[in-house]
């Protein structure tokens, strides 16, 4: 039986013609035609608002396109989530996708003893796609922007296990970078994970 992947497009740029919306579009192509159900939610087309303070996340309204955004993730067995590296961490589109979609009560549940986690029973994989060497990001600046989205978002909610692949050294090589990666995309898209 297919898994229901959620495919959550963190790109800020809404044209389609990025190494990241490539990834995502094989993924999502071997995900179906290996029976797998897939929604995507493109962060670019989203009205998301920015929050300003901690009343307005923990109480405030919640906008229409998160709540549907946030029906998708409850929908979801697996969630893929692709971004370009910016200043080291994610563009602030998504960050501000994140805090509006995992607020209290959505992803976790602060009344409930040790803050319960209400997205458990869901994996997820992270894709990240940057200037720079993969491996200087991995192992000089230790992953900072990653660790958190996967620890302080992901795990943090229940989601797990949450696996990552970082593609590094994309500007201007694009066949290269594409014969490599699109194929792997398109297997993990396969195996639903």
Sequence with gaps: MGKRIAIIQGHPDISDHHLGH????????AAERAGHEVRQL?????DIPMLHSKAEWESGPVPDAVLAAQQVILWADHLLVVHPLWLGSMPATLKAFLEQVFRPGFAVDPAARGWKQCLGGRSARVIVT????ALVYRYYFL???LKSLVRNVLKF???GPVRTTLIGTVEGKHERIHAKWLPLMSRYGAQGR
């Design 130 to 133: 940057m200037g720079m060497p």
């Design 157 to 159: 909610s229940g989601i």
């Design 143 to 145: 992953s900072h922007g």
């Design 22 to 29: 490539a990834l995502a579009r094989a993924y999502c192509e």
């Design 42 to 46: 493109n962060v670019a087309e989203l």
